[in-house]
């Protein structure tokens, strides 16, 4: 009798994993890279936000027409709303009757507090919702926000992570006056359909759907999100139904995937990019000659043609295609090592040696690494790899502790400023953004003024004047545009892609057949 | 006849091996690795780290032969070069392996008493751990680069030789001519230069062959977890690392260096096997 539970435990312990995949209440999906922290008041990271995002409500919510996501949004917690007629008093009217996990309700008031606590944290997502002057709960159920000067994608920018409505009652768990920053790392409280009821460091994190979500209630029971560092283990499990969705695949495995007859490949055109942080801080690098030089040493075609087969674009400037504000006719450096080593002549930088870090993050950066390394040997600079996690990685990149890092980046609404304040204003240095620690008076100034202005041809104007100021100082090496590719399982149903989502799902529509 | 003694000890125990079916095979493997090692820049067909990203992951064909890796980089040259990188990489485990070992385990049992038994606990201490750990311990903590993982794969070797050159010294030194010597009034670094580890050579040599492919191969694997050579180095176990991404549809990839590190390892294996049967006295006289 001991014998058979013994035996009958091991056997379930050996097909756990695959028990879990077929088992139609839960969803599993298989990323990269474990994440890095909980709170939606200081993650910039979509990878945190495929966590923190579901278990969240927001004011608004991104729309989905005809099985697309789009970048307008509709009411979520905010039943409607008006606005003033010169754009900067909104009045919004919550929705009765959402509650928290403890039955606090959702009010006026734990919005103000969740979008306060944000701006107070002033981390990457306090810069999403960075237009807000002032909130006041006018009553229970209504909240006014005056904004500091009239700002064309505040709606869309209430619909993003950080703008999620947090219990007000967490401030009890804060400890020295951290907002509860220690707690919400690892915590979640909140109305949204899911709750994080496990996280595993380095194996998985799972959410649980809550049966009485006032949105209805989620057709899952558990969603488990799996890290697992390999691309070929992703395929493998995703192949073998151990997981239901696989992420970032190496596109040299795709053909496979689309060749099983269980495994559907989605390709959609996405506004995600990739580039190159070159921490513009470091002596050897802030020299924008040295910069340039690194910009003319690699072989973008190369990585499009062959690394990528095609699924992608070389960046021209820092909007992405499909964006306003994208500049087909600024100045894009292609590989030219006569050039680059000229520049590094100039610059007195003959010999220089550089370490490279990233993490496997994306399955392609290894392929990336290695050419950029050979690539920067044609031009005499020894580059040195150093591959982390993407945990570790990040705390580098914030600490400004690294020469050269690969980066991945994706707007969350659909506006220029996701990339040209982001990326340039001096204020967000480090993880918010700015992750090459760029400072150039003139394109603060320049960006700052755009984000101002609701004249989209005006900001536009100053936006092009700053790419071009942009280019020649190189603080990053722009490599790429690339198409978001998500292969699932055929039994997998109601997934909605929205590029102002990149990796993060709506587990609360998904259902498995 | 008036050769060396040593040589004539030699041209004996050469001519025992040559009896010896394993050792001629492992002597084979050993000696064609070595030629492909040293021949690497004539034989190799490509520059092993030159990248050619429109070739990259064709399968083995009469331009490349082993294929190409992901960069399109050719895997025959690489694994060529490779030989060079990881015979070095063995030979100099074994030599700073071996001298430090052979030191400390003559000095420790020449004295024999507490120095013995406290170098001899240390040495346990190291012996305990399985050495594959404590070689990837000692590594992470270095920090990643191919002189770390040597000098981490030579710490975790050097008990082996402490303990076997000690158990020789230990009998050696009861040796009448031991005895004869310290009368003569040698001192103890003569008696532990000149009759000590002599007399212990025979052994370690074996053990040195012994332990060359295990050296190879722990360098092999902390090259796979990224601890030993770095990119672009190619470095056998780093190359099935990257090669192990692509082995579903690539077989070629991590197979081929992989086939290297068999055959080398194995070489040497049987070699010092057979080495060891050879030097043994009683079997050969």
């Not at chain 1, 619909?159 to 007000?168: F, L």
């Not at chain 2, 050296?215 to 092999?220: E, F, N, S």
Request: glycine share 8%; proline share 5%.
């Amino acid at each position: 009798m001991r014998f058979w539970t013994i035996l009958c435990c091991l056997v379930l312990l050996l097909v756990g994993s695959t028990v879990y995949a077929a088992d139609k209440d839960t969803l599993v999906v298989s990323v990269s890279s474990d994440i890095h922290t909980l709170d939606p008041g200081v993650s910039s990271d979509n990878y945190d936000w495929r966590q923190i995002y579901p278990c969240y409500d927001r004011l608004v919510k991104y729309k989905v027409e005809n099985g697309k996501g789009s970048t307008e949004v509709e009411p979520m917690a905010a039943e409607s709303w008006t606005v003033s007629p010169d754009g900067l008093t909104w009045t919004f009217k919550i929705r009765k009757g959402i509650t928290f996990d403890d039955g606090t309700a959702l009010n006026a008031e734990a919005v103000r507090y969740s979008l306060d606590r944000t701006l107070a944290i002033a981390k990457g997502p306090a810069d999403n919702i960075g237009a807000i002057a002032t909130m006041k709960a006018v009553d229970d159920y209504t909240l006014q926000i005056t904004l500091k000067n009239p700002y064309g994608p505040f709606l869309q920018t209430l619909a993003t992570d950080g703008a999620s409505i947090v219990n007000p009652k967490v401030a009890s768990h804060a400890v020295d006056k951290d907002l509860a920053q220690a707690f919400l790392a690892e915590h979640v409280d909140g109305s949204g359909p899911f709750k994080v009821v496990e996280w595993t460091r380095g194996q998985r994190c799972v959410l649980e759907a809550k049966p009485k979500y006032w949105g209805g209630a989620p057709k899952l029971k558990k969603v488990i999100i799996r890290f697992m560092s390999e691309s070929a283990d992703r395929r493998m499990a995703l192949e073998q139904g151990d997981v239901d969705i696989a992420e970032n695949i190496l596109i040299d495995q795709i053909p496979a995937l689309e060749k099983n007859k269980d495994i559907v490949v989605n390709r959609y055109p996405s506004q995600m990019v990739e580039y190159v942080y070159v921490n513009c801080q470091n002596t050897k690098l802030s020299d924008a000659r040295v910069r340039q030089a690194l910009s003319y040493a690699v072989d973008y075609k190369g990585i499009i043609d062959h690394v990528l087969q095609g699924n992608g674009v070389q960046m021209r400037g820092p909007i992405p295609e499909g964006m306003w504000g994208h500049r087909d006719d600024v100045f894009q450096y292609t590989r030219d090592v006569a050039k680059a080593k000229e520049l590094l002549k100039a610059a007195g930088a003959e010999k220089l040696e550089l370490t490279l870090i990233y993490s496997e993050r994306r399955a392609t950066w290894e392929q990336i690494a290695l050419i950029m390394q050979a690539n920067l040997a044609d031009i005499g600079v020894k580059l040195n790899l150093e591959l982390m996690s993407n945990p570790t990685l990040r705390d580098k990149i914030d600490k400004a502790d690294f020469e050269l890092c690969l980066g991945a980046w994706s707007p969350d609404f659909a506006d220029p400023y996701m990339f040209m304040n982001f990326w340039f204003d001096s204020k967000n240095a480090g993880l918010p953004g700015n992750r090459s620690f760029y400072k150039n008076d003139k394109v603060d100034e320049l960006v700052r003024k755009s984000a101002t202005l609701s004249d989209v041809a005006e900001r536009k104007k100053l936006y092009s004047e700053a790419q071009d100021i942009i280019m020649k100082d190189a603080p990053y090496i722009f490599l790429y545009q690339i198409q978001t590719i998500v292969p699932l399982r055929k039994n997998v149903k109601g997934y909605v892609f929205n590029p102002m989502l990149e990796s993060m799902y709506n587990f609360e529509a998904i259902s498995k057949e | 006849m008036s050769a060396h003694p040593l040589l004539r000890e030699l041209k004996l125990t050469l001519r025992i091996l040559a009896r010896n079916p394993s050792a001629l095979i492992g002597g084979a493997v050993i000696v064609l690795m070595v030629l492909l090692a040293l021949g690497a820049p004539l034989l190799a067909p490509f520059d092993p780290v030159k990248l050619s990203l429109a070739e990259r992951l064709s399968a083995p064909g009469a331009a490349h032969f082993f294929g190409t890796d992901e960069l399109g980089r050719d895997i025959f040259s690489r694994v060529l070069y490779g030989a060079r990188i990881s015979l070095s990489i063995g030979l100099l485990v074994i030599t700073v392996a071996g001298v430090t070992g052979a030191l400390i385990g003559a000095t420790s049992g020449y004295f024999g008493g507490r120095i013995d038994n406290a170098v001899m606990r240390v040495m346990d201490v190291v012996l305990s751990f399985p050495s594959l750990v404590l070689a990837l311990a000692l590594a992470a903590a270095m920090g990643p680069s191919l002189v770390n993982a040597i000098l981490a794969t030579a710490f975790v070797m050097i008990p082996k030789f402490a303990r076997l050159v000690r158990g020789e010294a230990l009998s050696v030194r009861e040796l009448p001519f031991v005895a004869a010597s310290r009368v003569a009034g040698a001192g103890h670094g003569f008696i532990i230069r000149r009759h000590i580890l002599p007399n212990c050579l025979n052994s370690a040599i074996v053990l040195a062959t012994l332990t060359l492919g295990d050296a190879i191969l722990i360098a092999a694997s902390l090259s796979f977890i990224g601890l030993g050579a770095q990119p672009p180095t190619p470095e056998w176990g780093a190359m099935i690392a990257s090669g192990r991404k692509f082995l579903m549809d690539q077989w070629w990839y991590a197979t081929f260096p992989g086939l290297f590190i068999l055959v080398t390892v194995i070489g040497f294996n049987i070699f010092g096997d057979a080495l060891r049967d050879v030097l043994d006295p009683r079997i050969r006289r």
